[in-house]
Antibody, heavy 114, light 112 residues
Framework: QVQLTESGPGLVHPSETLSLTCTVS????????VYWVRQPSGKGLEWMGR???????SYNSALKSRLSISRDTSKNQVFLKMNSLQTDDTGTYYC????????WGQGVMVTVSS | DVVLTQTPPTLSATIGQSVSISCRSS???????????LHWLLQRPGQSPQLLIY???RLESGVPNRFSGSGSGTDFTLKISGVEAEDLGVYYC?????????FGAGTKLELK
């Protein structure tokens, strides 16, 4: 059964760095890409970036200077790090399997507040 | 970046009514490999998005066949033939042809 589970802190202070982990099961990170998507409360979906099956990464142009995506294939984990967080980075962060955006994790709510 | 324009932003429907959602792209979504990576997602209230249709017209396993997708190039449509209560939520198109991938702004399907 294919599953993705996001984890990370629920609260981050302004100007700090967000670190999230996506743990996958039921498929290999060397066979599928994993994407990160976020959703501000009450708003639409925003594509953040991806870790391709071959280790390559690509990022949303607007976030590229603050964002880094990496992985540990031995632990079946993909990591997201984004620095200089501000209040408009508040929202739900999802990871999803590439090759069709299927399936999605349950999401992790991140609040940026002092 | 590719811009996906979804219309209408809101759709009011009665149970059993057929509806369509449009997704227009600022660039052709035909990949150099001959595939078109335009997908449709549904996000029900309080839930994560789920895949309905992939590669324009291919129905994801387990998705009812009242959902169908069509289109090519820059113009795509999702049709629901006979809305049911469980279909309410926000529909998104997403393109995977060009990096970075991008989402449409969403279409909210409500009960009339």
């Amino acid at each position: 059964q294919v599953q993705l589970t996001e984890s990370g802190p629920g609260l981050v202070h302004p100007s700090e760095t967000l670190s999230l982990t996506c743990t996958v099961s039921g498929f290999s990170l060397t066979g599928y890409s994993v994407y990160w998507v976020r959703q501000p409360s009450g708003k639409g979906l925003e594509w953040m970036g991806r870790m391709r099956y071959n280790g390559d990464t690509s990022y949303n142009s607007a976030l590229k200077s603050r964002l880094s995506i990496s992985r540990d294939t031995s632990k079946n984990q993909v990591f997201l790090k984004m620095n200089s967080l501000q209040t408009d980075d508040t929202g739900t962060y999802y990871c999803t399997r590439g090759g069709g955006y299927n399936p999605w994790g349950q999401g992790v709510m991140v609040t940026v507040s002092s | 970046d590719v811009v996906l324009t979804q219309t209408p932003p809101t759709l009011s429907a009665t149970i059993g009514q057929s509806v369509s959602i449009s997704c227009r792209s600022s660039q052709s979504l035909l990949h150099s490999n001959g595939n078109t990576y335009l997908h449709w997602l549904l996000q029900r209230p309080g839930q994560s998005p789920q895949l309905l249709i992939y590669s324009v017209s291919r129905l994801e396993s387990g998705v009812p066949n009242r959902f169908s997708g069509s289109g090519s190039g820059t113009d795509f449509t999702l049709k629901i033939s006979g809305v049911e209560a469980e279909d309410l939520g926000v529909y998104y198109c997403v393109q995977g042809t060009h990096a970075p991938n991008t989402f449409g702004a969403g279409t909210k399907l409500e009960l009339k």
